[in-house]
């Protein structure tokens, strides 16, 4: 199982450096088949013994399940390649498991123990791949302290720029803050994260009269300080109200179409319908899609997930002291760096990225249910 897992982690991490890898070997999807067995062996194995992450999670494995059989119409009227499309964010999950039984078999006890030579290598194809995502996750398992973090972030930023790079630096210095001030603390408490998460939906919600201004005059005044911005916002407030409004609680399923081409204003979309862009295009942000696609029920179950692990992570880190960053607080940061990205750009939904999210994630509840966390 050593070897095996070894192999498991070279693909894990030429993944997170090279992301296209994926288009070439079907990456993603052999590691969420390989998630895919595993959760049987797992759950055959612990079903009386079963954590409330570990309960949660098949929860949400069943919930998708169901969701995916419950579209078998709109599957067949689509047909296998575009509704294919439709799923990762759904089968991407099984990186999860795959994950944890990477941290189990392979990973465990070695995070912080690589050779100095081979983290001077890893923190040095980080910095010069060109993609701007997956590359500072893999960086967060070599650095050592803050300091070493910051100085990264900041090399990164100068060489390869990009608003996640700024955003990573709050998501850091927040984790920081927390770990030091109590008086902080309560403010970025795990329950927060379901505050944050009703709030920026009222926002979309209340947003419609921003959405027809902008309908209306286009990318003027306000509206042109950041186009980028301002196409994912707008976006996510049509969505919201012409899609997700009508389908709250289980969402569109899968092998639908996420809008209607003809229907859609022609800011978003350039696609004359050559492209199948109403199947193959990113939100730019995880939790919309996962709203859109699996409903309300699927994004409590995933919000739940997270706060569950991340509960764990907390009160360990609250008790480590030491001088060097622990296990766990390596591998919170490395999926932090992939959070982070999930807000503004498309992860837990695509193959590129979503199997190796779910990865960090397995990874760093491998390592709380090791300390008994």
């Known amino acids: ?39 049987f062996n797992f759950y055959l194995k612990s079903y009386t013994s079963l954590t409330r992450v570990e309960l949660l999670y098949f929860i949400f494995v ?19 390649y575009l509704s294919v499309r439709t799923m990762p964010i759904f089968y991407n999950v ?106 920026f939906f009222v926002g979309l919600y209340l947003s419609y009269g921003v959405f027809d201004e902008f309908i209306s005059i286009g990318y003027e005044k306000y509206f042109a300080l950041d186009v980028n911005l301002t196409w994912r916002y707008m976006f996510w407030v049509y969505l919201f109200q012409e899609v997700a409004a009508n389908n709250i609680f289980f969402g569109i399923g899968f092998g639908s179409p996420l ?20 199947y193959t295009l990113g939100t730019h942000n995880s939790m919309v899609f996962l709203l859109m696609r699996m409903g309300g029920v699927g994004l409590l179950l995933i919000l739940l997930i997270h706060a569950a692990v991340y509960s764990k992570a907390f009160r360990f880190i609250l008790k480590d002291r030491g001088a060097e960053l622990s296990e766990v607080e390596t591998l919170l940061l490395a999926n932090l760096m992939f959070l982070n990205s999930a807000f503004f750009n498309v992860i837990l939904e695509t193959p590129l990225y979503g199997g190796l999210y779910w990865m960090t994630l397995g990874l760093l509840y491998g390592s709380l249910k090791k300390m008994r966390v």
Not at 67 to 77: Q, T, V
Not at 190 to 195: A, E, F, I, Q
């Open 94 to 199: 099984f990186g999860f498991i795959t994950g944890y039984y990477l941290y189990m078999y392979y990973l465990s006890g070695r995070v912080l123990k690589f050779p100095k030579g081979w983290r001077y290598v890893g923190l040095a194809v980080s910095l010069v791949t060109p993609w701007r995502l997956s590359p500072q996750v893999f960086a967060m398992l070599f650095l050592k302290s803050y300091k070493a973090i910051f100085l990264y972030l900041t090399l990164f930023f100068l060489i390869n720029g990009g608003s996640t790079s700024i955003t990573a630096f709050v998501f850091v210095f927040s984790l920081l803050v927390y770990k030091n001030s109590k008086s902080i603390r309560a403010w970025l408490s795990v329950k927060y994260l379901y505050v944050f998460t009703a709030l």
């Open 259 to 278: 809008f209607e081409l003809g229907v859609a204003p022609s800011f978003i979309t350039s696609d004359d319908g050559s492209r199948n862009t109403e």
């Open 1 to 39: 199982m050593y070897k095996f897992f070894f192999f498991v982690w070279l693909l894990f991490s030429a993944g997170l450096i090279y992301p296209d890898l994926e288009r070439y070997v079907y990456l993603n999807e052999l590691l969420a088949i390989l998630g895919f067995f595993l959760t």
């Open 62 to 80: 069943v919930y998708g399940a169901l969701l995916l059989l419950a579209s078998y119409e709109e599957i067949s009227n689509s047909g296998l």
